[in-house]
């Protein structure tokens, strides 16, 4: 990774853009996870320490574990007040665009910040941008849109503003969308950043046991569930495939957040190069989760088939059918990807 994320141009363009606004708006997708939420109340954090008026806005409501973000009590969610963030983007002079590529992924949301007049600055480490922007700072090969936005910060002189709570949550997104820097981390500018953050007050292991090993008994409950009973292997394709259906979720208790993580697991069984996971939202919209391991692509398979997208190891989707047409349709493709896969020889050198 480059740290020379913008051009001193460009640095200076975004310093004198946010010099001149009066109201800030801070997005980020929806079913914001720890990099949507992290890098927004992160930069929240910086530009109210620059005296700005600033309001993070998203589209529906985060997950559970993530409230203990500093700052997260205060955001908007637009599907539980929507004229309030209506309100918020009609009278916003600067609208920060974080974590998404396409206006799509705001939902209901998209035409509030279409309609407004102010200027329209993007952040986002995803792929192939397709959102009309005043500034766009795009770049994949940053495994987190946290780490992206302390460079941004860094390009403009302003991490001199970031404290101990906008550290915390640039800490956060850069954990959970590197599995707490297991995988997309082995670019020293990471650790780089990171001491940075430490230095700020950041206790790391902290953040861990509150993302990682704070959970409610149904969550654990849920999880064994998915794991024990509804993992199905499919070896000739080196896959893993888990579903939970909207009975099973409410059977648990299931709040958002609760299955994080789970797509994950079977990628720790020798022979999976990829896992699958199917999670029924509502009867007839099937929310698609996929990871991999080595460079094997998901995003891909999430692209084309699945309306979705996301990084190599890392991607998701969705479609609107019955949770058996889906898992159909997903078994049904996994022969179009074996050629992918890698031989017995680079997988016996993976485990070497």
Known sequence: MSSQIITPAQAKSLREMINRASRIAVTCHMTPDGDAMGSSLCLAHVLSAMGKAVTVVVPDCPPQNLMFLPGAGQIVVASCRPERAQCVFRNSDLI????????????????????????????????????????????PDVSSTCALVYLVLEAMGLTVMMGTEAAECCCTGMMTDTGNFSYNSNDPELYRILADLVSKGVDKDAIYNKLFNTNRESRVRLMGYGQSRKMQLIPEHQAALITLSRDELNEFGYHRGDTEALVNVPLSIPGVTYSV????????????????????????????????????????GEMYAPLDDVVAKVIGIMPEYDAQLPTANQKMKETE
């Open 96 to 139: 920060f665009v974080l974590d998404y590529n396409d206006l799509k992924r705001i939902d209901r949301m998209a035409p509030m910040v279409e309609q407004s007049g102010g200027k329209r600055v993007v952040i986002d480490h995803h792929l192939n941008p397709v959102i009309e922007s005043d500034l766009m700072v795009s770049r």
């Open 277 to 316: 996971f199917l999670r029924e939202d509502e009867p007839g919209y099937v929310k698609v989760s996929m990871r991999s391991k080595g460079d094997f692509s998901v995003k891909d398979i999430c692209e084309r088939h699945f309306g979705g997208g996301g990084h190599c190891n890392a991607a998701g």
